[in-house]
T-cell receptor, first 115, second 117 residues
Framework: KNQVEQSPQSLIILEGKNCTLQCNYTVSPFSNLRWYKQDTGRGPVSLTIMTFSENTKSNGRYTATLDADTKQSSLHITASQLSDSASYICVVSAKGAGTASKLTFGTGTRLQVTL | GAGVSQSPSNKVTEKGKDVELRCDPISGHTALYWYRQSLGQGLEFLIYFQGNSAPDKSGLPSDRFSAERTGGSVSTLTIQRTQQEDSAVYLC???????????????FGEGSRLTVL
């Protein structure tokens, strides 16, 4: 069964600090992995996509990594800001016919950045 | 429109009533998804439309739930005889077509928050 597990479930950090969120998956055959940010009361917004051949990708203060061998991804946030407070959702897509609807979502990590 | 539009943004209804939730996807996006998100939970897949193909209804939790997509654009999710456990945020997302690699980004609406009393 395809699964995506995220950790930690929630996290509180001080503004300006760094943090790393984890995503482990068992989706096969693997196509890609996306990290989404969901602000409270809003829909998720894509931060970055990782395909099989990519190890690291940055989007501003967000850096995603992918280890396709161990089926793990991380999202590192540098110099956190109050606006980073949100849920971060890991979504893994499978490859092949009939899989477009079979996106596997993690339950998310709720990040709170405080003063 | 520029983004995915959902209405109503909030709906409070009494148990047993029917509700309709509307999604207007990004123009030109052929793929449309409905998800349900309960408080503090992950997204639960409900239904997927792709062009003129038969929809994937495998996520609908019961026969009280149905959805249609007219003209390949606007979609309506209907919940009949609502129950309290139907209370959740219903999110719609669209994507620009599909491919075997499934690399396209999902663009989500703001969601419709349903409360069943």
């Amino acid at each position: 069964k395809n699964q995506v597990e995220q950790s930690p479930q929630s996290l509180i950090i001080l503004e300006g600090k760094n943090c790393t969120l984890q995503c482990n998956y068992t989706v096969s055959p693997f196509s890609n992995l996306r990290w989404y940010k969901q602000d409270t009361g809003r829909g998720p917004v894509s931060l970055t996509i990782m395909t099989f051949s990519e190890n690291t990708k940055s989007n501003g203060r967000y850096t995603a990594t992918l280890d396709a061998d161990t089926k793990q991804s991380s999202l590192h946030i540098t110099a956190s800001q109050l606006s980073d407070s949100a849920s971060y959702i890991c979504v893994v897509s499978a490859k092949g016919a009939g899989t477009a609807s079979k996106l596997t979502f993690g339950t998310g990590t709720r990040l709170q950045v405080t003063l | 429109g520029a983004g995915v539009s959902q209405s109503p943004s909030n709906k409070v209804t009494e148990k047993g009533k029917d509700v309709e939730l509307r999604c207007d996807p990004i123009s030109g996006h052929t793929a449309l998804y409905w998800y349900r998100q309960s408080l503090g939970q992950g997204l639960e897949f409900l239904i997927y439309f792709q062009g003129n193909s038969a929809p994937d209804k495998s996520g609908l939790p019961s026969d009280r739930f149905s959805a249609e997509r007219t003209g390949g654009s606007v979609s309506t999710l209907t919940i009949q005889r609502t129950q309290q456990e139907d209370s959740a945020v219903y999110l719609c997302a669209s994507r620009q077509g599909t491919s075997g690699a499934n690399t396209g980004e999902l663009f989500f609406g703001e969601g419709s928050r349903l409360t069943v009393l």
